[in-house]
Structures are given as C-alpha cells and as structure tokens.
C-alpha cells in the first residue's frame, strides 16, 4: 500500500505535493481552498512517520521519501507528473527527479531546503536538534521562520499540529535528513523547468541562498520573493501562491 495521501482536484495536470518538516499531507493550510480543481490534480503525500502514516517506520531519508514518492505515482497510475515541494520538501522533490528523470515534468520549491542541505553552527544545531521533544522549541523554530511578526495564537495551532502529527522518531530523524544531505553535484545541470519561491521575511532560506543553489544549479530555473510572506507562504499568502503555482505548472 502507499503512503496514506490527500486527492485533491480532478483536472489533467497531476501533481504531487511533498510538505515540510513541521507538515502533513493535510498541513498545507488555506492553500488547498485556493486550488483551481478542475485544471489540476493533486496528490498531497504523508511521509513517514507522519499524518495518517505515523505507523509506518523507515529510514526517514530522502532516498525513501522519493521512493515512497514513486510508489504513489504508481499507485495512481500517473506515468508522469510535476512536483510541489514545500522546505523539506524541496530538498524531497530533487531526490524524486534523480530517481525518475523522465516522468518529472516541472517543479516548484516553496521557501525550499537546497540539495546541499543546511550548515548550522553549534548553539543552532543544538536547539534545532531538541525541537523534536520541546514544543516551545518548536514554536520557537516557526516564529523565526516567519520573522517574528504573526499572532501567538497561529504559532500555538502550527505547534500543536505538528506535535499532533508527526512522531518524535520521525520528527528527529528527517532533521539530519534534510539538513546533512548533499546531493548538489548529482542534480547539477539538469534541465528540468523549476520555480522557487521564497518569502521576504524568511530569515534563512533567503533569495541570495536560492540563487546560490537552485539557480545555479538548474539552467532553467526562475526565483520569485513573496511579500507578507515568511517560512509558510501557503498559510501567509495562499491566493497569491496557488495562482503562482498553476501559472507555472500550466505551461
């Protein structure tokens, strides 16, 4: 069986959605109610260890996340498909594409983890590494991300989410995952069409760390900033995000 998964839409234009580390396939917030149904179809996937497939154990790597990818593909019987990826999993939807070249038609990575993985130094690290089993390290972790500037009550909800659906091996497990991975070399050059996507109030995952990355590592790569938006562009900006989404997977 795949991963337990969303299906949302019924247009010819498939899609496979990858959420991020404090994420779930019913974590993308607002965004789903934005999605234009009949155009597209999307299929939002749980990794791992979390949402409806909490129960399922693995290795908690990129490898397995792309390969539980495929699987659902399979499932679906779509022979091809584009990828949406948001933070961990922008990192996810290049492990998808080295796997299966050939049926990957087009991407886009939302405030996206680059294939090189995330240097920390080592007071970060430490605090990064303890969020798995502190939830006010958690909540910590999203205010940064979004610059410090949204309601405690959204961080609170975010927090209890993830807690809710993730579990604390998977949780721990996919950090080293996504910040001690580097594959960089082996997706350089590739010509998939791709579109990333960063928010301005994003302290890290910056538009000068993207064209560092994904813009020089892909030929056919384009960058856009959101405004009013930091780590969670689909919870800060949904509108302005599906529309940017579908413009570029519609081509």
Known sequence: MPNSHLIIGHGPRKVIALHGWFGCAAGW??????????????AFMDYRGYGQSKSLTGEYSMSEIASD?????????????????HSMGGMAIQRVLLAAPARVQRMVAVTPVPAT????????????SSAAANPPVRQGI??????????????SQMTERSVAHSTEQAFAAYLNAWAKTNFAESISGNPVPIKVI???HDPSLTADVMRATYLAQYPNAELEIFSNAGHYPM?????????????FLAI
């Open 69 to 85: 990818t495929l699987a659902l593909a399979d499932h679906l019987g779509w022979a091809a498909f584009n990828l949406v990826g």
């Open 29 to 42: 917030g607002p965004l789903v109610d934005c999605l234009d149904v009949n155009a597209f179809t999307y």
């Open 117 to 128: 993985g995330v240097p920390f130094d080592e007071a970060t690290w430490g605090m990064f």
């Open 198 to 200: 960063v928010g301005e």
């Open 235 to 247: 919870d800060e900006t949904p509108v302005a995000l599906a529309t940017s989404i579908e413009r």
């Open 142 to 155: 999203l205010n940064y991300s979004t610059g410090g500037r949204l309601s405690a009550y959204w961080l």
